[in-house]
């Protein structure tokens, strides 16, 4: 008996110096953007700041549609999501040295570029295992191009489903690879 009490104190104190990973959680947000009015027969495109999940975590998997400032889901008959990137703002985006904006020009932006959807309705889905790392202070912001196929103007807002897990590491490094390239769509270099 007067062993189990030291013991037992060693082994409070090294639970408390050596505590456990926190269980592992998967989460799901929905966010959106402000109104973006989109004239009739026209083209409404631009760079915006977005939200972003407000949780230290990894990204696994995102979605994107346009609703209306109701939240409805607007047909691509109507507005159609051309394209959208979204990118973590202030950090220098490894697949591309040079961003452009839409007249050409260089931005001095730096942006990592992690998920690009268009027409083609393309939701990221990465495999077990991987992530793209997301800060609950990371700043996030948005590439995007509708089109009206209407005579009317439209409100709309572009809303984006984000999948993410807590607790846990996740890799985001090819194996030997530096600096650590984030893991993004073939497709995002067509699009900026």
Known sequence: MRLALPLLLVAGLAALAFPGRAAASAGTVVLETSPI????????RGVRLA?????????????AEVVDVLGN???MQDVMLHHVVVAKVGVPDYTCGVI????????????????AEGEEHFALSLPEGYGYPNRGQDTWGLLYMLMNHHPHSMAVKIRYTVRYVTGEPRCRRAAGSSPPEAICTAAVSHWM
């Open 37 to 44: 009015t989109v004239s009739a027969f026209e083209v409404a």
């Open 51 to 63: 939200p972003s999940p407000k949780v230290d975590g990894y990204v696994i998997g995102m979605s």
């Open 100 to 115: 452009e904006d839409y007249s050409g020009d260089i931005s001095n932006l730096r942006a990592e570029r992690f998920y």
């Open 73 to 75: 889901p607007v047909p």
